[in-house]
T-cell receptor
Framework: GESVGLHLPTLSVQEGDNSIINCAYSNSASDYFIWYKQESGKGPQFIIDIRSNMDKRQGQRVTVLLNKTVKHLSLQIAATQPGDSAVYFCAENLPKLSFGAGTTVTVRA | DAGVIQSPRHEVTEMGQEVTLRCKPISGHNSLFWYRQTMMRGLELLIY????????DSGMPEDRFSAKMPNASFSTLKIQPSEPRDSAVYFCASTIRGGRGEKLFFGSGTQLSVL
């Protein structure tokens, strides 16, 4: 069945370095993808989204890359800060919005 | 805007008791989603509504779970009778379903513990 998966469950990054979180999706018909951030004790919070007619989209310190050929999604965080420590989820929209297992990002001071 | 509001924030109950979780979506949003989050299974979609009508309840675990949306500003998720395996964080989310993009806005969740 369709599923959204993440390559690595945890990521440890030095403060100030760039972070890259990867995600594989399985439904080639999906045309909308979202990244969410979930801090401890809170609900998931929208970070950035991208539609399938784009390869790249930039936000504030974050960039999402979409490779439809290999059904791969990545989230890049520039100059990672302690406040970026959280669990990051990718989601695809079809057949219904489904979330991957999440990658736990820990920022080292 | 206050965002999606869920209550209670925490619920501790004994096995066999009825549990009711409540959600107020963002005003103007016409789609509402209930998710359950556990360490083992991650974020699971239980049910979602469009314009107060249940569209897909295939994620509801069993007949012990039921959800209602009597109006555009209120929804409930009920578990009767509750079991220890129902212990999880339950999230409500809402969005404006204008197309195939679904940017969901989540509430803070209800932490349910069934003893």
């Amino acid at each position: 069945g369709e599923s959204v998966g993440l390559h690595l469950p945890t990521l440890s990054v030095q403060e100030g370095d760039n972070s890259i979180i990867n995600c594989a999706y399985s439904n080639s018909a999906s045309d909308y993808f979202i990244w969410y951030k979930q801090e401890s004790g809170k609900g998931p919070q929208f970070i950035i989204d991208i539609r399938s007619n784009m390869d790249k989209r930039q936000g504030q310190r974050v960039t999402v890359l979409l490779n439809k050929t290999v059904k791969h999604l990545s989230l890049q965080i520039a100059a990672t800060q302690p406040g970026d420590s959280a669990v990051y989820f990718c989601a695809e929209n079809l057949p219904k919005l489904s979330f991957g297992a999440g990658t736990t990002v820990t920022v080292r001071a | 805007d206050a965002g999606v509001i869920q209550s209670p924030r925490h619920e501790v109950t004994e096995m066999g008791q009825e549990v009711t979780l409540r959600c107020k979506p963002i005003s103007g949003h016409n789609s509402l989603f209930w998710y359950r989050q556990t360490m083992m299974r991650g974020l699971e979609l239980l049910i979602y509504f469009n314009n107060n009508v249940p569209i897909d309840d295939s994620g509801m675990p069993e007949d012990r779970f039921s959800a209602k949306m009597p109006n555009a500003s209120f929804s409930t998720l009920k578990i009767q009778p509750s079991e220890p395996r129902d212990s999880a964080v339950y999230f409500c989310a809402s969005t404006i379903r204008g197309g195939r993009g679904e940017k969901l806005f989540f509430g803070s969740g209800t932490q349910l513990s069934v003893l």
